[in-house]
């Protein structure tokens, strides 16, 4: 038998084996595809896709062959995640609003294959991913300009659902009305109170009257119904071109760096260590008794336990006056046994304690498809 014949045979065996390697490991991505689908997370993730690119690299002695198993790799990530695409193509995904609305935008990006449902408020939104009707929802929490979301942080709150993730959306407002209106033209503004609240300067500015409505894209679409030059909407650049209407003017937010996070919610929590590394993120809530003291010694418990805290917030409970429950967002992750010895340790000086979670923050919203732009 000559070379050339030995190294086929030797190639045609070892790819028998990949076939049987194949096989087994389309086996697992199954297995995570449905994962990701009951606890809300999505496909693709770049830093973990990096991590273990690198790790894997180390396998391979030869320092020639290092690359080429590193993009045999890449493609093998890349097969994983269109097979994925295809087993949570049926995945439902609840956001308040309609299409082109801000949470419209980012569940797009957030899960670019599943199916998008919309809900006419928070509420019902929250609602459908407990009840089964939507796999997980996607609510924003908070805006770099106008504050907390309170409707969501309650719902949060008394509510049984977790956050799996938290995505941060550049948000960039523009005013819109129908074909042949001017600024001149205008007498009322309308949209979500958010917005309003992002565009507060430019609305005293030109003394327009504000309207509130459940959301920026269904003020569009109202605009575009009434057919008045009075009228002005207060939305994105994509709501205006999905409703006809034409931009006055741009980038009316009060400052540039205009953020709003998302938080997608599903029935399950996720403390499984795939947010492994130093941009691990958790969340929880909890009271304390009405005694002094009591929340700095639930505040040092955290600290004890090197949860590095980078938000606390308190909230008024709707069942109890002038009773408060606190919003923590920390590094850490709550299921590692540090995480672990912590919950149980604040459960004895807490009255209520609920834990939501830990997962990697910041993470970028082009998460399936980076190659895709609002």
Not at 118 to 135: I, Q, R, W
């Amino acid at each position: 038998m000559d070379k050339l014949t030995q190294a086929r045979e030797e190639i045609s065996a070892v790819d028998r084996e990949i076939a049987a390697l194949f096989v087994r490991r389309m086996n697992a991505v199954r297995i995570v595809s449905e994962y990701k689908a009951e606890h809300g997370l999505p496909i693709y993730d770049a830093a973990r896709e990096e991590s273990l690119l690198t790790k894997n690299a180390s396998h391979i002695e030869n320092d020639e062959l290092r690359g080429y198993y590193m993009d045999f790799q890449r493609n093998a990530m890349r097969v994983s995640r269109r097979y994925q695409e295809k087993l949570m193509h049926g995945m439902r995904v609840a956001f308040c609003g309609v299409e082109g609305a801000f949470a419209s935008i980012a569940a797009a990006k957030i899960f670019s294959t599943a199916m998008r449902v919309p809900y006419p408020d928070f509420k019902s939104a929250y609602t459908s991913v407990v009840e089964g009707e939507c796999d997980c929802a996607v609510l924003p929490i908070e805006n770099s300009t106008a504050g907390e979301v309170a409707s969501v942080m309650d719902m949060m709150f008394s509510g049984p659902l977790y956050v799996t993730g938290i995505y941060d959306l550049s948000v960039t407002h523009h005013l819109m009305a129908v074909p042949g209106t001017s600024i001149s033209d205008i007498e009322e503004v309308i949209s979500h109170p958010q917005a309003l609240a992002q565009c507060a300067p430019y609305i005293r500015k030109h003394s327009f009257r504000e309207r509130k409505f459940e959301n920026t894209a269904l003020a569009a679409k109202f605009v575009r119904e009434q057919n008045s030059p009075r009228l002005a909407a207060i939305a994105s650049e994509e709501t205006a071109s999905l409703y006809g209407l034409v931009i006055l003017d741009k980038n009316i937010n009060e400052t540039n760096i205009n953020t709003t996070r998302f938080a997608v919610l599903a029935r399950a929590a996720v403390t499984d260590g795939t947010a492994a590394g130093k941009d691990r993120h958790s969340i929880l809530m909890f009271t304390v008794g009405n005694e002094a003291g009591s929340l700095a010694k639930a505040i040092n418990v955290i600290g004890k336990y090197g949860f590095n805290m980078q938000c606390l917030r308190s909230r008024p409970m709707k069942d109890l006056l002038w009773q408060y429950y606190f919003y923590v967002e920390a590094e850490g992750d709550l299921g590692s046994p540090e995480g672990k010895a912590m919950m149980e340790e604040l459960a004895l000086c807490c009255d209520r304690l609920r834990m939501f979670g830990s997962f990697r923050y910041p993470a970028a919203l082009h998460v399936e498809n980076p190659e895709d732009t609002i």
